[in-house]
């Protein structure tokens, strides 16, 4: 078992990610004293998150022991790489980079932590229909964590219908016994009535985003909502769920399994989730 270890968050515009605090106070607790977790910003450095594959290579061969990978790198970094997880395969995108045997391993916890969280918080939630709302990077891993866990009917939809249709392509190649649809944007509110399950996976919501990524009239009480938004944690379309009676997830559940997931590729410890969300509430 390694005992130093020497990991870098690889991203841009980085500088207020919960991320260090969480993964060095779990090692803090765990009495790991060799460790370290420093942010490595492209924006710091001036490089754009095509170079971000560079930037890991030089770290790892001056000693950096791993990596989390966060926007807009996730799937810049996998040129770089020498393998990976079958996970961030599919995905076409990876958030953890573990140096093993002189080689770079590529994972993805966010598809892993989305499941998770979704198991801890929701675990009666039905996946009869679910509309996710947001197809990039966090997007994405939620509608493979959907159709992984069983979701019957996916509809995606995004401002950028691009995206939704290449997310609802890709899932439905690797699913197919999975219903999968895009969604226009101005459909989402009308159709939510034959779902049970909403997603918020944009941005919306977020401390300098305000409002909520679909109409809140149109919840209803046997729709369960969770939201990948984390900052704040309880968001507008969460008390809007909750006003209206539907069970609700909030991303902290999310945040905290992908960083355990990702803590226990990095270091080879178990992570204490219940101290890693206690430790979140408290930052
Ligand atoms: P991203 O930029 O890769 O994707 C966001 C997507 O939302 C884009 O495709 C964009 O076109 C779409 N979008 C934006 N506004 C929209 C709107 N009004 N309606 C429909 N689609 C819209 O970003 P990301 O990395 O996926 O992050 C999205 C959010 O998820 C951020 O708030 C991020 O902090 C959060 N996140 C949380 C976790 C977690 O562990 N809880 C993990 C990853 C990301």
Request: glycine share 12%; net charge negative; aromatic share 4%.
């Amino acid at each position: 078992v390694r005992t130093t270890h020497r990991i870098g968050l690889v991203g841009a515009g980085i500088g207020t990610s919960l991320s260090p605090a969480l993964h060095s106070g779990e090692a803090a607790a765990l009495g790991l004293t060799d460790y370290r977790y420093e942010l490595l910003d492209l924006d710091d450095r001036g490089l754009p998150a095509e170079r971000a594959g560079e930037v890991i290579r030089e770290a790892h061969a001056d000693g950096w022991t791993g990596f989390n990978v966060t926007h807009p790198c996730k799937q810049a970094v996998i040129g770089a790489l020498d393998e990976l997880s079958g996970n961030a395969r599919l995905l076409g995108a990876v958030n953890t980079v573990v140096a093993e045997d002189g080689k770079l391993i590529g994972h993805n916890t966010d598809h892993s932590g989305f499941l998770a969280g979704l198991r801890r918080g929701l675990p009666a939630a039905d996946l009869a229909a679910v509309q996710v709302v947001g197809a990039g990077g966090a997007g994405s891993a939620v509608a493979y964590a959907l159709a992984s866990a069983g979701a019957s009917e996916l509809r995606i939809a995004d401002v950028d219908s691009a995206r939704a249709a290449d997310v609802a392509d890709r899932v439905s190649g690797a699913f197919p016994g999975i219903t999968t649809v895009t969604v226009p944007l101005d459909r989402v509110a009308g159709g939510l009535d034959r779902c049970t399950g909403l997603v918020n996976a944009t941005p919306i919501g977020m401390t300098g985003h305000p409002g909520t990524p679909v109409d809140p009239g149109a919840l209803h009480a046997s729709l369960w909502v969770a939201d990948v938004v984390y900052r704040p944690i309880r968001t507008e379309l969460l008390d809007a769920a909750e006003r209206t009676g539907c069970a609700v997830l909030d991303g902290g559940q999310m945040l905290v399994a992908q960083a355990a997931d990702t803590f226990e590729l990095l270091t080879g410890r178990s992570a204490d989730r219940a101290r890693m969300r206690t430790h979140l509430a408290e930052l």
